[in-house]
């Protein structure tokens, strides 16, 4: 189930892993950490339709270069892009949507120069890029003339915080299925133990992450126990395509 507390799935971990519920407190932390770890794995490797988000960014103003990535998606709600995820940028322009290739470089300062002062400018927008040494904007080039037009980002939100400060809290969700994190855990803590019951529930947990896979629209990656260390969390994905747009 998803939305589950951080409590319950504690529960859970302990339940398929053999620990007693009561007496078994000593090893929470390490099992509130893995939970984390875990779901920060399945959220970076693989796409799920319940957090596919889009953000839109008005590029309507004059000589607009680097702008904030946006924080608001198309709900209003305040969330965080994906960038572990393929990320698809669009641009609306006249009145239709058309790609936005990734990548800034000298290729396109020597057509159009956003490093002139003042820049070279032209509209439509054809390229962006994140811009290098701050997370928390991008560029787009060429920089812009003023014409209206709309940028939209389309891709996976991050997940919710489990932490409090820094703190783990259980009051907070868990947003992927309770189970298949709960047992994904514990089957990695019972295989480092060399625990008997290692395989069994490292096969309930590989049959649970597939029926899951299986039943969400957008999964096209396969997973199987143990292929993967959670802290090796693959390279950043874009979508790149190739985009004439003329004037």
């Known amino acids: 189930m998803d939305g589950s507390t951080l409590a319950v799935v504690l529960d859970l971990v302990k339940g398929y892993a053999g620990v007693n519920q009561s007496s ?10 893995l939970i984390e770890r875990k779901q920060l794995f ?64 000298s290729e396109q300062y020597n057509f159009i120069n956003s490093d002139l002062v003042p820049p070279a400018v032209q509209d439509p927008i054809r390229n962006w890029a994140r811009k290098a040494g701050d997370p928390t904007q991008f560029e787009v080039w060429p920089v ?65 992450f597939d029926t899951i896979r299986g039943d969400d629209p957008t999964a096209t990656e396969s997973f199987r126990i143990g292929s993967a260390s959670d802290t090796d969390v693959g390279r950043v994905k874009r979508v790149v395509g190739m985009t004439v747009i003329t004037a």
């Open 144 to 208: 812009t003339a003023g014409s209206p037009q709309l940028l939209r980002f389309s891709g996976q939100r991050v997940v919710g915080s489990l932490r409090t400060g820094a703190t783990l809290d259980t009051t907070k969700v868990v947003e992927l299925d309770d189970d298949m994190v709960a047992l994904a855990v514990a089957a990695d803590w019972l295989v480092k133990k060399n625990d008997k019951a290692a395989p069994q529930i490292a096969s309930l947990a590989q049959s649970t």
């Open 24 to 33: 078994g407190v000593a090893d929470d932390l390490m099992f509130k950490t």
């Open 42 to 105: 399945f959220t970076t490797r693989y796409s799920w339709s319940k957090l596919d988000d889009h953000w839109d960014v008005q590029m309507n103003n004059p000589q607009m270069r680097y702008v904030a990535i946006p924080t608001l998606d198309h709900l209003g709600a305040t969330q965080t892009i994906n960038f572990r995820r393929p990320v698809k940028v669009e641009l609306y322009w006249s009145a239709r949507w058309v790609d936005i290739s990734y990548g800034i470089d």
